[in-house]
């Protein structure tokens, strides 16, 4: 298991020479309810790249469920689970197709249903919604807090914030405000014969296709054009680089914090980890992911080879190789001055992106063999995952 702390010392202690997302945000929100003067939504821009937003959030709770709040947002597997109080909601269900699923994503025109399902009720103003909700495409959505409570990648979620669900992400909006949207990780989160598509964070009968969780090189979807540039299963995702432009894996959404062991974000431990926090601006400050909120995975591994060599990304053990056989992808830091630039549990190894710092064991030899990743092999770019790159055979991954 890995241990408990602030993201960025989780994100430290693997020597990761990137930031944490630092990039316009891959969730559009649209056809606000008649209530809200400020028109289709749109999220907040990430780190120093995004736009402000006034300081206030909304996380107020009223007495109609479980822990003094609202039903709007539990999981459910029929409408009576979506009574209480002063609510008489509906249960949306991973085999239903809503509509209003498709507004809480980049594309907009997936259609499917929420993992484990989402209690909510018809509306067209707020005031028509619980005081811990808010009319959101004609629909109650939960309200949250982005960026708090404080806690390691792997602590225990907060009971009182999106009911404590890791299939239900915090994740911030214009206005300062925040919502909890449904978002599947894996196939295991759908039912009957549908899958998981990544990028939408819905169950559906045909998930999208693409490469894994780690691969790359990928390049982003270009909205000024009507095709689909983006090679991922989930999103090609551009991290902030300390020192240059923005590196590119691809990846998918996922609840920050939670049990490593029973989630399903990412694929599951095998597939992927929840390891990128993301940021978004709220007033003058950058706030980042805590327990709970949006932030974005990394794919597992067997070898070098299988994560986005080509810009840097490889891969490491974060404690999980004797139990489940794999590592995950991260940024290998460069030693052009030979193995004085890394770590004393690394080696300056030679690769097919050049010399980068990679773990070793107490015998001097690799940790995770080169695999593609080796000089002269010829590999063509990574496939993520195993180093598979079509998703058929990743298909619990994310």
Request: aromatic share 6%; hydrophobic share 30%; glycine share 18%.
């Amino acid at each position: 298991m890995l241990g408990t702390g602030t993201g960025s010392s989780f994100v430290s202690a693997l020597r990761w020479p990137f930031g944490v997302v630092l990039v316009a945000p891959l969730i559009a929100l649209v056809g606000a309810c008649a209530s809200n003067s400020d028109g289709p939504i749109t999220p907040q821009g990430g780190g120093g790249t995004g736009g402000s937003s006034s300081s206030s959030s909304s996380s107020t709770t009223t007495s109609a469920g479980e822990g003094g709040s609202s039903v709007i947002g539990m999981a459910c597997t029929d409408d009576v689970d979506c009574f209480g109080g002063e609510v008489a909601g509906r249960c949306a269900k991973p085999t239903d197709d809503e509509p209003f699923l498709s507004s809480f994503y980049k594309g907009g025109n997936v259609v499917g249903g929420p993992a484990g399902g989402y209690c909510t009720k018809a509306c067209t103003t707020d005031q028509e919604c619980p005081a811990d909700s808010s009319c959101r495409s004609e629909i109650c959505v939960r309200n949250c807090q982005f960026g708090a409570p404080e806690g390691g990648p792997y602590d225990a979620l907060p009971a009182d914030k999106c009911h404590g669900r890791d299939d239900v992400v915090c994740v911030p909006i214009q206005g300062g405000a925040a919502l909890c949207i449904p978002m599947c990780g894996s196939d295991a989160d759908c039912e009957g014969e549908r899958g998981c598509d990544v990028r939408a964070g819905v169950c559906v009968d045909s998930p999208r296709e693409g490469l894994a969780l780690g691969a790359g090189p990928c390049d982003e979807d270009d909205d000024s054009t009507p095709e689909d540039e983006d090679p991922c299963r989930g999103f090609c995702q551009p991290i902030g680089a300390d020192d240059g432009p923005p590196v590119h894996l691809c990846s998918a959404l996922c609840s920050w914090g939670g049990d490593l062991e029973a989630t399903q974000n990412c694929g599951g431990p095998a597939h992927g980890l929840c390891a990128y926090p993301s940021v978004t601006v709220v007033g003058d400050t950058d706030v980042v992911s805590q327990l709970g909120d949006a932030a974005f995975c990394t794919g597992s591994c067997a070898d070098h080879g299988a994560c986005n060599y080509a810009e840097g990304f490889f891969c490491f053990d974060v404690g999980l190789l004797d139990t489940l056989g794999v590592g995950y992808c991260f940024g290998a830091v460069a030693c052009p001055s030979g193995s004085g630039d890394c770590d004393a549990d690394e080696a300056c190894t030679e690769t097919a992106a050049g010399p980068r710092c990679l773990e070793v064991d107490d015998q001097a030899a690799l940790v995770m063999p080169l695999g593609n990743a080796a000089p002269g092999s010829g590999g063509g770019g990574a496939g993520g995952a195993g180093g598979s790159s079509s998703s058929s055979s990743s298909s619990s991954s994310g």
